[in-house]
């Protein structure tokens, strides 16, 4: 494991063939975040964990890097998630100084532990809320180019990373563009549910198992993660400025409707206008997250690999 950090010359626990299906466990906080209540017990590889690494840049630890056989610069990484399950049950949220969207109003250190009750899939807010529960893996992500050096897992950006899309829940795809050999997959920062746009800092961190399927796609590249899911399909953008994400994730929806469907770009313009969704991902990350949704039952008999890499494209 890695905590806070995404590098190409990590050396692969694991190295999988295209198509092969990995389960992955990931466990989320330091020790200032750990519950001390006794009927919320600590997982002992978490406890493992902090013993025997230490932070560095970013406070998600992350499972992986795992490679993926054939994987080279150009290509693209499908993840399709499988399942997600609770392993523990507790999380915690908590606001940070400086940090999160409203770092005037909220200046303190705030943490609340909440239990999970995954029999009921519910969590239990110590103000007296009961929040629905939707696993889902905050970080997922390939390692970035070799010329970035070392990267903090913080800031979301082309080779995924801390992208903290709620709707990538069982049975969505995640694409992501490959960057060095191998791809180098890692996934971390597991959250039992999160709003959209993730306001004070966190979502509900907890730990997670999750299963995945790796397929590679040789010679498609990406510029930027996309995304299917049961009804959308999604395009995302990142950057500091929110506007300038929102754009860029409704360009690159615009391209990819014409890649795979005959329309021009005006009609998928007004088509966007119409019925895409612009979503705030997260604004609490650096670079601020915006994904564009387009419900899939408009662009009928489109399969997934098309809608990512145009018309034509089969899955390999």
């Not at 080779?159 to 490959?178: A, C, K």
Request: glycine share 8%; hydrophobic share 40%; aromatic share 6%.
């Amino acid at each position: 494991m890695d905590w806070g950090y995404l590098d190409a010359s990590l050396r692969p626990v694991a190295t999988v063939r295209s198509g092969d299906s990995v389960t992955v466990s990931t466990i989320s906080g330091s020790r200032a975040e750990l519950p001390t209540r006794s009927d919320l017990p600590v997982l002992d590889r978490h406890r493992a964990v902090l013993d025997a690494v230490s932070p560095e840049m970013g406070p998600h630890i992350l499972t992986g890097p795992i490679a993926v056989e054939g994987a080279q610069p150009g290509d693209s990484l499908e993840v399709r998630i499988e399942d997600i399950a609770l392993i523990q049950r507790w999380g915690y949220n908590y606001t940070k100084p400086l940090l999160g969207a409203l770092p005037e109003r909220f200046p303190d250190r705030q943490l609340y532990h909440i239990d999970l009750d995954p029999e009921t899939e519910t969590g239990h807010c110590p103000w007296g809320t009961r929040l629905p529960l939707r696993p889902f893996f905050g970080v997922m992500a390939v390692a970035p180019d070799a010329a970035y050096g070392r990267v903090s897992t913080i800031q979301p950006r082309e080779y995924g990373g801390n992208i903290d899309n709620r709707d990538l829940v069982p049975g969505s795809r995640l694409f992501l563009p490959v960057f060095t050999e191998g791809a180098l997959f890692s996934v971390g920062d597991g959250h039992a549910c999160q709003g959209d746009g993730e306001v004070n800092l966190t979502a509900l961190e907890t730990a997670l198992e999750g299963r995945m399927t790796l397929i590679l796609h040789k010679h498609r590249s990406l510029a930027l993660p996309r995304a299917t899911t049961a009804d959308d399909f999604i395009t995302m953008a990142f950057c500091p400025d929110l506007d300038v994400a929102a754009t860029k994730a409704l360009d690159t929806m615009i391209d990819a409707i014409v890649a795979c469907h005959p329309i021009t770009p005006n009609e998928a313009y007004a088509l966007c206008s119409l019925a895409c969704n612009l979503r705030i991902t997260q604004i609490v990350d650096g670079n601020k997250g915006v994904h564009a949704a387009l419900p899939r039952h408009l662009l009928p008999g489109v399969s997934d690999t098309e809608f990512v890499f145009g018309s034509g494209a089969t899955a390999p």
